[in-house]
């Protein structure tokens, strides 16, 4: 049962950075930048709590768009809709994500 877990924790970390990889490479091109650095808010119990499902989905997002410098910003108000939008325009307000 634990091999299973993790198997699918980790696949859908890779599932989400290759959604996430394909947004920031496809915003690299169309600014016409060699590298983007770019902070992504998220929120949420599993990015939050399960042992390894962050450094996966950070790992697999280096791999996948190796020209992308993405941070993430996690959202520490509680609150499901909007928290990471709220989040990512906070940073980008703030400068922090540019």
Not at 74 to 87: F, I, M, R, T, W
């Amino acid at each position: 049962m634990r091999e299973v877990c993790h198997t699918v924790s980790m696949r859908a970390a890779q599932l989400c950075a290759a959604g996430l990889a394909a947004v920031v490479e496809k915003m690299r091109e169309n600014r016409g930048l060699d590298k983007l650095s770019i902070t992504v808010g998220v929120d949420g119990t599993l990015y939050k709590l399960h042992p390894n499902f962050s450094h996966c989905l950070q790992r697999t997002l280096r791999d996948l768009a190796p020209n992308c410098t993405v941070s993430f910003m996690p959202s520490e108000d509680g609150s499901g809709k909007g928290a990471a939008l709220v989040a990512a325009v906070a940073c980008r307000i703030s400068g922090l994500g540019q």
